[in-house]
């Protein structure tokens, strides 16, 4: 069975500075790996995916992951943060080769940007 | 515009009575999703259905009921037999290699 750990439950930042997320994986298969965001009282956004390939993913709002599968993981980087990036970051991870709904989420990441 | 429409936004209930969350999509997709949402974590499957007419049991099932009369349709419903019913309740949906599209939830409070 597969499972996600989300190192840190809250990283506060600086506007402008960088901000890293991390993300590891268990699994005994070949994994498809997600990255959503959710601002308050609101549902998740697919900020990137990691399907097969290339290991560096970019994805939207200038947000980037980097697939190691040795390591088993999966950190989401963003080198400038503004103070609209203050949300909750999950991470993700489906086995299934057909579908990507059933997903074990990691606990989340809550960021926090302050000027 | 293409989306998932979950109501209410808040919900609240007395303990003992079951409460039935709607969720309507408009994205033709074939599959949908309950997730539940509970502070430090994550998100965890209770129920879902790749078509009409059929669903399976996610890993927290017991105390939920669903349908899946219509494609559009995937109503949760919370039985009193949920022992923790409070929580944020989403409403998700998918086609075939896609990622998983959200509704904005339901925030349901059982006192």
């Known amino acids: 069975a597969q499972s996600v750990t989300q190192l840190d439950s809250q990283v506060p930042v600086f506007e402008e500075a960088p901000v890293e997320l991390r993300c590891n994986y268990s699994s005994s298969v070949s994994v498809y790996l997600f990255w959503y965001v959710q601002y308050p009282n609101q549902g998740l956004q697919l900020l990137l995916k990691?399907?097969?390939?290339?290991?560096l993913v970019k994805g939207i709002n200038g947000f980037e992951a980097e697939f190691n599968k040795s390591q088993t993981s999966f950190h989401l980087r963003k080198p400038s943060v503004h103070i609209s990036d203050t949300a909750e970051y999950f991470c993700?991870?489906?086995?299934?080769?057909?579908?990507?709904?059933?997903?074990?989420f990691g606990a989340g990441t809550q960021v926090v940007v302050t000027p | 515009d293409g989306g998932i429409t979950q109501s209410p936004k808040y919900l609240f209930r007395k303990e003992g009575q079951n409460v039935t969350l709607s969720c309507e999509q408009n994205?033709?997709?074939?599959?949908m999703y309950w997730y539940r949402q509970d502070p430090g974590q994550g998100l965890r499957l209770i129920y879902y259905?790749?078509?009409?007419?059929?669903?399976q049991k996610g890993d927290i099932a017991e105390g939920y009921s669903v349908s899946r009369e219509k494609k559009e349709s995937f109503p949760l419903t919370v039985t009193s037999a949920q022992k923790n019913p409070t929580a944020f309740y989403l409403c998700?949906?998918?086609?075939?290699?896609?990622?998983?599209?959200f509704g904005n939830g339901t925030r349901l409070t059982v006192t």
């Open positions: 993700a991870v489906s086995e299934s080769t057909d579908s990507w709904g059933k997903l074990q």
């Open positions: 259905s790749q078509i009409v007419n059929d669903f």
């Open positions: 998700a949906s998918t086609i075939r290699n896609s990622p998983l599209h």
């Open positions: 990691y399907l097969s390939g290339s290991t």
């Open positions: 994205l033709n997709h074939d599959a």
